[in-house]
Nanobody, 127 residues
Framework: QVQLVESGGGLVQAGGSLRLSCAAS????????MGWFRQAPGKEREFVAA????????NYADSVKGRFTISRDNAKNTVYLQMNSLKPEDTAVYYC????????????????????WGKGTLVTVSS
């Protein structure tokens, strides 16, 4: 059974940083592309970032480019999201996700999502 467990969420002031982690189990980690999505109150879930199986390719939503960095450690079965220069509009529940297919086009994940999902971790950015 695939399990994705997010951690690292919390309350931070605008301009601050947070690092989210997602520990994966029940899957062959290096055969999965990994991603982060988020859902703000009253809004639909949206794609944030994705990383290829080896970590050699990444893609980001335009809203987070230059501020967020996705990375992975295949030895630890963990994917990370480093979030810098946080804004109040980044406030959301952040979800880790996994999929065998990797696309370098952010619109692909906006349309199709990913196969496996974590339960989410809340990030709140105060102004």
């Amino acid at each position: 059974q695939v399990q994705l467990v997010e951690s690292g969420g919390g309350l931070v002031q605008a301009g601050g940083s947070l690092r989210l982690s997602c520990a994966a189990s029940g899957l062959t980690f290096n055969t999965y592309a990994m991603g982060w999505f988020r859902q703000a109150p009253g809004k639909e879930r949206e794609f944030v970032a994705a990383i290829s199986w080896s970590g050699g390719d990444t893609n980001y939503a335009d809203s987070v480019k230059g501020r967020f960095t996705i990375s992975r450690d295949n030895a630890k079965n963990t994917v990370y999201l480093q979030m810098n220069s946080l804004k109040p509009e980044d406030t959301a529940v952040y979800y880790c996700a996994a999929d065998h297919f990797y696309s370098s086009k952010s619109y692909y994940y906006t349309r199709h999502g990913m196969d496996q999902w974590g339960k989410g971790t809340l990030v709140t950015v105060s102004s």
